[in-house]
């Protein structure tokens, strides 16, 4: 019998690449894996932001310090394991000792986590990790970032506008030089002018400036 108490021998048997039965058997034990592992932690806060941005970034720093706050008060630190924001976020949490956790891809070039998690998952699935990132955290922060950090944006802020998550997480927008913009677009463009969202949806996403007020609205609606 093939079968193993752990998921990941027990893919490792099957032609999952060319044989769709067992490509959805795959898929099934990612998400186990993965839902498995979230739950080890209460209170969890996921950063977004861009893979480009450095240590010179000022916004670098920003994540870093609000991680680095949010992990003193108990929160575990959820990013997608790269460089960036997210290795910034993670380094926040490590420097205080508190849960860093990452959520990586696997990659043809062996894609391994920043330096600053101390607790980690690999997938197979992009999808997958997307799920996860999204499902896992009672709030969600948003860095400066590029399509991948909208994209996630946009995903989250259509699961609560949907019902399909609490309208009570908090999506918290970091940097209203770089946000603003988009949010007047959103409510000239999408708002009055076609009408294609309510203004409550606008509501949605919560635009800070400082460390203060992220770390205020994620301790209003969790604490």
């Known amino acids: 019998m093939l079968y193993h108490n752990d998921t990941k021998d027990f893919i ?52 870093y310090d609000l991680a680095k706050l949010l992990a003193k008060k108990g929160y575990a630190i959820l990013t997608g394991g790269g460089p960036g924001i997210m290795e910034a976020a993670n380094k926040g949490a490590y420097d205080v000792s508190g849960e860093s956790v990452g959520i990586n891809i696997q990659l043809p070039n062996n894609q391994i986590n920043n330096p600053y ?16 990132l999204a499902f896992s955290a009672q709030a969600f922060i948003y860095f400066p970032g590029g399509f991948g950090t909208l994209d ?22 970091y940097g209203k030089d770089y946000w603003n913009t988009l949010v007047e677009w959103s409510k000239k463009e999408l708002l009055e002018n076609y009408k294609t969202i309510s203004e409550t949806d606008l509501q949605i996403w919560h635009i800070v400036d400082t460390i203060e007020e992220a770390s205020e609205i994620v301790e209003q609606k969790l604490g």
């Open 152 to 173: 996630e944006m946009y995903e989250i802020s259509t699961l609560i506008q949907t019902n399909k998550l609490e309208k009570k997480v908090p999506v918290i927008l």
């Open 12 to 63: 490792e048997h099957f032609d999952y690449r060319h044989n769709p039965s067992w490509r959805i058997f795959r898929i099934m034990a990612e998400f186990i894996d993965g839902f498995t592992f979230l739950s080890q932690f209460n209170k969890t806060v996921t950063f977004f932001g861009s893979s480009r941005l450095g240590p010179e970034a000022p916004a670098y720093q920003e994540a």
């Open 117 to 132: 998690v101390n607790k980690s998952i690999a997938l197979n699935y992009f999808f997958i990790r997307k799920v996860l």
